[in-house]
Structure formats: structure tokens, C-alpha cells
């Protein structure tokens, strides 16, 4: 199918454009951004005027419950969220049921996941057998079945020997290591920011130094074996500091954080609202205002949903029962620009968050994340301008929660290009 998108704002980060231009799209490839080559016609013209037109989004943190959690969500309802929201790459976490650690459950996702009208999927593999921090899986094999990386997501490992012996093998064939810091046993029991708010609620606290502790580890480790680690969800300014510190350095490492945690703190759970029940918990202000500045310098490589659909039965609890997670693909766009507009960052570097840095993450190269001609088809157009009321009934996800319900945010997409095939419009 050949496809012209005209008269609309395209903005690449990966190439720093950001002109009104046409945009042209032949078997399923860029082909060119303004005068269409000679002897093309298209099947079909989209008028983009007074949208953005820009690479797919890049999602580096998507739960899609399958397998084994299906009564939360599917991977057709969070395929359908993800290109309602104009994510069309993203990477979900190894913790399915059973957990992916083997290769034939990854190439099971992997087939399910190939439709025509579906996201690219870039599964984690599990970095231990089962999650259980024991046994090292077979990286090698999970590779070649389609991993793009390798994770315990939220499961902790207890002994560090067992940490460092997978991070050499993952050095040795060149694969990342994802991680999320964060001490269990600080952790432990922890429901909220370890600080006064939960102190007055009554609420066990998780500590910063759960995270700075898990940190220093893991960055001792990146000296000890030269493995690239990507540090997944840091919520906090001493955290921030440390990763800041390990670039400087010179370490393998990036960082992501999660679209909430650039707008929420902790005094914003307000009255026990559980729909603020999230892991790691929404910080103190300070910590809110570090990730925002980690973001401007660079420390931050990338922004992710943090998408984990919960059930209504999980989530409608008193808030130190609840679930953590709330629903974020739809989401991810909106409150990237709303973090933008509240601090005055252009365009260009925001959506750099969430499609060139994301893929750079992924080490998927042109595959994704950019309009570069040869590259994928992929696309998001959306209206900057557009303000829109979050409702359960107005998400495509069939997790429905989420703190931003009944308020109003800016940014809608309106049409999502996979393959330069049309995939979603609203």
C-alpha cells in the first residue's frame, strides 16, 4: 500500500526535524518527507493539518498479562491500547504466568503477537529460572527466540553471586541486563514513600535507601564485569545522583522512569486513594522535581508507561491491600506532553523520551523510533491541542485504572500507521 500524509507537522527526533511537510509510505517503508518520489501515486492521502506526524511511540515497560493472567487483561486488549495511544514498539516484562523463561513460551508471544494490526513486540526474558533468583536461564536460547533483553522485573535475587555470574554471561554474549533497583528487604511490606506523609497515614514506608542500596550494588557489579544495564523506574534524586554519577564514569548503563512519576508525589494519595497504589511509590516533591531535571541533562534515557493492568477486584481494596499498577499506553503520550508544557521543553526532546531514546535502549536501531527514509513505516499522527476527559469507558485497555480518571489532559492521537498499514483512527 502506498500512503501520503499531508500538510502535517513532522517531528523526528532521531533526526532533529521538525518542519510542515508531506510524508510518503510504499510497501511498508518511509520513502520520502516532502516531494514524493518520481512515479508515486498513492492508495490512499491522510490531510494532517494541524497535526503532529511522528515516529511510532516506544514502550519500554508494558504488561499484557499473557499468559497466565488473562482475567487482567489480554494481549489483544493491550495491543488495541497500545495503538490507541500510537505506541507501535514496546517491551513487556518477563513476569507472565509461567514466567518467560523458556524459549517456547517467548516464541509462543512472539507468534501471537504477529498479527497485522498489532504493535511490535520486544519481549524480556527471564534472567533466572521461574524468577526464583537461583538458577541462571539460557540467555542464548531466549535470544534467538526473540529477547531483547533480560529481567527479574519486580522478583528480587537473594544471593548476589547469582547476580553476578548472569551479568557475566550476559557481558559475554553482549546482552543487557534490565533491572529495577530496589532492596527486597527494605522493601518489604513497604506500600508507600518511606517518609512523613506515610508515616501520618499510617502506611509502612518503602526508604530511598532501598533504592540507592539495590543501586550501589548493581553499579559494583557493571565495574566488576563490564555488563550493559539498563536501570528501570528510578524514582528517586539520590538514586538520580548515582546513575548521573556511573555515566560520568563511563558505565554501560541508562535509565528509564515512568510517566507518572514525572507528575505525581506522594501527598497526592491523598484520603487512601488506591488508584495511586503504584511500585516503586510515587515520591516526595523533591524527588518529582530530580527526575524532571534528570531528564532535561540526559541521565534519563527514556520515558515508559509502566502499564500494568489490574482487575477491579485487586485494585478496589483499602490502599495497603490494593495492587500496584495502573493502566499507562493510552496515557504515555498526554502526560509526556503535559511534562513538557509544565516545563517548557520542545517538542523535538520530549518525544525523544519515547521514541529515539526508547529505541536506543531496545538497540533496535532504525527499526523503530524514527522517519529516517528506508525506515518502518511506523507512525503516530496526533492533535497537540486536543484536550480529552480520561473515563474507564473511553480506554481501550482492559486494565481501568489509573489516577488521572475524570480529569482532562492534552494530546489525542488520531490515526496509528504499523507497517505504513492504518491501524488505528479516531
Same mark, same amino acid.
Request: aromatic share 4%; with cysteine.
Given at each position: 500500500?502506498?500512503? =501520503? ?33 518520481? @512515479? ?19 514502550? /519500554? ?15 489483544? #486488549? ?5 495503538? !490507541? ?7 513487556? *516484562? ?5 514466567? /518467560?523463561?523458556? *524459549? ?8 501471537? !503477537? ?8 520486544? *519481549?524480556?526474558?527471564?534472567?533466572? %529460572?521461574?524468577? +526464583? ?22 522478583? *528480587? ?16 554474549? @553482549? ?21 512523613? %506523609? ?36 528510578? #524514582? ?53 522535581? +530530580?527526575?524532571? !531535571? ?10 515508559? =508507561? ?43 526532546? +520530549? ?7 526508547? =529505541? ?36 481501550? #485497555?482492559? @486494565? ?22 492504518? %491501524?488505528?483512527?479516531?
Amino acid at each position: 500500500m502506498r500512503l =501520503s500524509i499531508l500538510d502535517g507537522r513532522v517531528v523526528d527526533p532521531a533526526t532533529a526535524t521538525d518542519r510542515r511537510a508531506a510524508l510518503h509510505v510504499a510497501d511498508g517503508r518511509i520513502v520520502a518527507i516532502g516531494a514524493p518520489p518520481r @512515479g508515486f501515486r498513492a492508495d490512499r492521502t491522510l490531510d494532517a493539518a494541524g497535526l503532529v506526524v511522528a515516529p511510532g511511540l516506544v514502550d /519500554l515497560a508494558a504488561r499484557l498479562r499473557e499468559p497466565g493472567f488473562e482475567y487482567k487483561a489480554t494481549l489483544e #486488549s493491550e495491543m488495541r491500547a497500545a495503538l !490507541a495511544g500510537g505506541v507501535t514498539s514496546l517491551s513487556c *516484562p518477563p513476569d507472565t504466568d509461567p514466567p /518467560l523463561d523458556e *524459549p517456547g513460551l517467548v516464541e509462543m508471544l512472539k507468534h501471537r !503477537a504477529r498479527g497485522p494490526d498489532q504493535a511490535h513486540l520486544y *519481549p524480556l526474558g527471564a534472567l533466572t %529460572v521461574g524468577l +526464583a533468583g537461583e538458577v541462571i536461564t539460557e540467555m542464548a536460547e531466549l535470544a534467538e527466540a526473540g529477547c531483547v533483553g533480560f529481567s527479574q522485573a519486580g522478583a *528480587p535475587i537473594g544471593d548476589t553471586q547469582v547476580l553476578l555470574r548472569a551479568m557475566l554471561y550476559a557481558h559475554t554474549y @553482549g546482552f543487557t541486563v534490565w533491572a529495577r533497583p530496589q532492596d527486597p528487604h527494605l522493601a518489604r511490606g513497604g506500600v508507600a514513600h518511606g517518609g512523613p %506523609v506515610a508515616a501520618r497515614m499510617g502506611l509502612a514506608g518503602i526508604p530511598v535507601a532501598a533504592e540507592t542500596i539495590a543501586l550501589h550494588t548493581l553499579l559494583d557489579l557493571v565495574r566488576e564485569t563490564g555488563c550493559r544495564v539498563h536501570l528501570c523506574r528510578i #524514582s528517586s534524586a539520590a538514586g538520580l545522583d548515582l546513575v548521573r554519577a556511573a555515566k560520568a564514569e563511563g558505565l554501560p548503563v541508562s535509565a528509564d522512569v515512568a510517566v507518572h512519576h514525572l507528575h505525581l508525589i506522594d501527598v497526592d494519595i491523598g484520603y487512601f486513594e488506591s488508584q495511586y497504589r503504584v511500585d516503586p511509590p510515587f515520591r516526595s516533591q523533591r524527588d518529582r522535581d +530530580a527526575i524532571r !531535571a534528570a531528564l532535561a541533562d540526559g541521565t534519563i534515557d527514556a520515558i515508559c =508507561s509502566d502499564h500494568t493492568p489490574v482487575d477491579d477486584d485487586a485494585k478496589q481494596l483499602p490502599f495497603a491491600e490494593a495492587e500496584p499498577g495502573v493502566t499507562g499506553l493510552e496515557l504515555l503520550l498526554p502526560l509526556t506532553l503535559k511534562w513538557a508544557s509544565e516545563t517548557r521543553t520542545g517538542l523535538l526532546a +520530549a518525544l525523544a523520551k519515547v521514541t529515539a531514546g526508547a =529505541s536506543a535502549v531496545l538497540g533496535l536501531g532504525e527499526m523503530a523510533g524514527t522517519l529516517r527514509a528506508g525506515a518502518p513505516a511506523d507512525l503516530c499522527l496526533f492533535d497537540p491541542e486536543e484536550a480529552w476527559t480520561v473515563t474507564r469507558e473511553g480506554l481501550a #485497555s482492559q @486494565g481501568r485504572h489509573t489516577p488521572y480518571l475524570g480529569m482532562e489532559v492534552v494530546g489525542r492521537v488520531r490515526v496509528t500507521v504499523v507497517d505504513g498499514r492504518v %491501524v488505528f483512527e479516531r
